[in-house]
């Protein structure tokens, strides 16, 4: 398999309201900070991909306009996928296992300001027997942590745990929107308190890919992808067992992550009960740095928050503080679809 | 090609040749009322299948495409749709490029084989209008944008006229196209209009809709679905029937608007066409391309992508339109199916195009099949001439 790294990453700060910035707005610093990190222009790139929701921006083929914020003249071999950025560098970094191509550049963006995330996000379910009834993301997931305490996998003082721990490594992140000591709260649906959940956030990050030795030539330290792989599972919560998430365990496997230890996961759960699944899945033992960013419980940017785990996990490879890590992206209700990404760096 | 695409690499890997082993569409119609959203691509899926003689169990991963969710007012739908594409436990990626969804799913899938990431990969595009109202979808109010006032036409026809006033093109050429693919339509099963008495003078008495183009002269909104297996050099050697395989494939992209595009013939068309030329070898399209198949919603889109496409010198490609070359039975036939104009399920659309040009190379596109096709394009666009994808396929193995 070709040798393909991730050679930079940048990310906007995660607010609760961006009611100033259109998407070009919020995505174009972005993709300016993550090019000069290279010294690429748009011109240099070989293949963009992006991935964005046009549920969320409320009008159809909004991804047309966020184009724009590109540089997308003269014209660029571009393409998007309708999913969390993290599946749009999945494509991108198939393009460049087909040779055809040496870098690419990949973004995604969600502002959930503007509507009800957790009404929109009810638009994703069964259209003819499910979503007619709405039931909401904080109401699914609460279902899923409920059947975790009846099955004695969690209890709600070891969740309150995880949002303590995750909100205090945030501190250190300064483009994470919920950080510090943060009180649990109320029940948002029970058993989940408020602390329990994500914030609504607006956000972008960006990444570049790089092949082989184009890669040491523009990152010192690349974060190689060793494995990527990604898996669905039926939609229907009433025939999946909520308490594991098998679609994560197989992802993993087929990218690699059990081949040998892992120092760092950053995971993709929105909601602390969703970090127990995936411990448990990813075979996580207590020696590895779970989400030292703070991961979606301190920023839960929808469509870039996948992204955003394989881009810190990239950059804590870029300064050395970790040699192989796993990085994990999730759509759908209950960690419906997952991908996992092995990135290493060269030893030391 | 694009002196644009610099960080492209002339060779060091080598691909695995990709090859199209199994096609299914289902019949498009107005408003598949019988069938679920489900229900109508697991009938697409199936019809790729049995042409493969494959099973679900052989299928490594899925790629599913479609335009706007709001144009079945659900929020990506392949989360719903996993369990009916057999994608349960496998990867399944979802594609949403506007109009040239079609094509760029399809190339999408095409790189998980050309890659060996997956030997044998299921691609289906769809789309589903009756579920709502595609106008509704397309015109949402954005803060300080202009609405596309009069739907995609309303866009479209000013870039028409350009086209006209550019090139002298006389007014019924236009007519000539729809004649044509309306015609053609009505030898392929699969195609929603089946107008049986079209006549030309019928296409031109049709009412204006948004001068030049009228009635006739627009494609229809459909329901349906196109799916495709994709497969390997093994998985072609145990394929039932002859595969079509695929000798180059592009997407390019540029702003929809910006003061110095050419509407009339998009830069971001020519590149994508001269990148797929450069990867199969082709230095006279006009000569070496037997057929095409060409998106075309609105009839003048045949002549202003002939150009585009450099199958006609600038300013030329009403002549080969006059002239009869792109007919059935022309020298350079185009929408053999009858196209998008007599079919339109717009996520599809593109497959549709893609799927169409690897029937022809396989020989096995019924009473629509142009003898001795060896080499088709399939071509899709879409945004306003925003996103421009391609293949071109062949009866043979690439050499290369």
Redesign the interface.
């Known amino acids: 398999m070709r040798e393909v790294a991730i050679v930079a990453f940048a990310q906007s700060d995660h607010l609760r309201t961006t009611d100033e910035l259109s998407e070009v707005d919020m995505v174009m610093p972005v993709l300016h900070q993550v090019l000069a990190q290279t010294g690429l222009r748009t011109s240099d790139i070989g293949f963009t991909c992006s991935g964005s929701s046009d549920y969320l921006a409320g009008r159809a083929f909004s991804f047309t306009m966020t184009l724009d914020g590109v540089g997308a003249w003269p014209p660029i071999s571009e393409s998007h996928v309708e999913m969390d950025g993290a599946w749009a560098m999945y494509e991108a970094w198939v393009k460049l296992l087909t040779g055809e191509v040496d870098t690419a550049l990949v973004y995604s963006y969600g502002k959930s300001s503007p509507g009800s995330v957790r009404d929109v996000l009810t638009r994703q379910l069964d259209p003819y027997y499910v979503a007619p009834l709405w039931p909401d993301s904080v109401a699914l997931a609460a279902l899923q942590a409920q059947a975790l305490i009846d099955a004695g996998e969690t209890d709600e003082t070891a969740l309150a745990g995880i949002a303590a721990r995750s909100r205090e490594s945030a501190s250190a992140n300064c483009h994470a929107q919920v950080k510090g000591s943060v009180p649990q709260g109320d029940y948002e649906v029970q058993p989940l308190r408020k602390g329990d959940c994500p914030p609504v956030s607006d956000g972008a990050v960006a990444v570049i890919l790089a092949a082989g030795d184009k890669a040491r030539e523009l990152c010192e330290r690349p974060a190689w992808i060793r494995g990527m792989d990604h898996r669905i599972e039926a939609h229907s919560l009433g025939v999946r067992d909520l308490t594991d998430s098998p679609s994560s365990r197989l992802a993993a496997e087929r990218a690699g992550a059990f081949e040998r230890p892992v120092d760092t996961a950053e995971l993709h759960a929105p909601f602390t009960s969703q970090e127990v699944v995936l411990r448990k899945a990813l075979k996580l033992g207590d020696d590895v740095a779970v989400n030292p960013s703070g991961g979606a419980l301190a920023a839960n940017p929808v469509m870039a928050a996948g992204l955003l785990r394989i881009g810190e996990a990239a950059a804590r490879i870029h300064r050395g503080e970790s040699d192989r890590a796993l990085a994990h992206a999730t759509s759908g209700p209950c960690l419906q679809q997952n991908l996992v990404a092995v990135l290493e760096g060269d030893a030391r | 090609m ?8 002339g ?5 695995e040749p990709v090859a199209v082993v199994g096609i299914g569409q289902t019949k498009h119609v107005a408003a598949r009322k019988d069938v ?2 489900a229900g109508l691509v697991r009938e697409a899926a199936r019809r790729a299948l049995e042409d493969a003689q494959l099973t679900w169990a052989d299928i490594d991963a899925v790629v599913i495409g479609k ?17 009916a594409l057999g ?12 109009g040239s969804v079609g094509g ?1 799913t399809a ?2 899938a095409t ?2 084989v ?4 997956h030997r044998t990969v299921l691609t289906l595009a769809f789309e589903k209008q009756s ?1 709502s109202n595609a106008m509704w ?2 015109s ?1 109010p ?4 202009q609405p596309l006032l009069a739907g995609a036409g309303g866009f479209f026809a000013p870039h028409v006229r350009a086209y006209m006033r550019r090139t002298g093109a006389p007014d019924h050429v236009g007519s000539l196209v729809a004649y044509k693919d309306r015609r053609n339509a009505l030898k392929n099963p699969y195609a929603h209009l089946h107008e049986h008495g079209i006549t030309l003078e019928k296409v031109q008495s049709s009412p204006m809709l948004w001068d030049p183009v009228r009635y006739s002269e627009t494609c229809p909104s459909s329901d349906g679905a196109c799916a495709m297996i994709l497969t390997d050099r093994a998985g072609a050697a145990r394929s039932p029937q002859p595969p079509a395989w695929m000798h180059g494939g ?7 608007m ?1 003061a ?1 595009k050419d509407f009339v013939s ?3 068309g020519k ?2 066409a001269a ?1 797929v030329y450069r990867q199969a070898g082709i230095g006279d399209p006009r000569r070496e391309i037997d057929a095409v198949e060409m998106y075309v919603p609105f009839s003048w889109y045949e002549p202003m992508w002939l150009e585009n496409l450099g199958f006609a010198a600038e300013g030329e490609g009403w002549k080969l339109t006059e002239s009869g070359v792109t007919e059935l039975d022309g020298d350079l036939p185009v929408n053999m199916s009858g196209g998008v104009l007599s079919t339109n399920p717009i996520g599809a659309s593109g497959m549709i195009r893609f799927a169409e040009a690897a029937l022809q190379v396989r020989g096995q596109a019924g009473e629509h099949q142009v003898d001795g096709a060896r080499k088709v394009l399939g071509h899709a666009y879409g ?2 001439s ?2 421009f994808s391609m293949w071109l396929v062949g009866a043979h193995p690439p050499t290369s």
């Open positions: 694009s002196s644009t695409v610099s960080g492209r690499v060779g060091g890997v080598n691909k679920s959203i335009a706007p969710d709001f144009f079945e007012g659900v929020m990506m739908p392949e989360l719903y749709l996993a369990d994608a349960v436990g496998k990867p399944m990626l979802r594609v949403h490029t506007a760029s190339l999408v790189n998980l050309a890659s060996r990431v579920e979808g397309l949402l954005i803060p300080f944008t592009a997407m390019r992209s540029e702003p929809t910006f110095g998009p830069k971001a590149d994508c990148d945004g306003g925003q996103f």
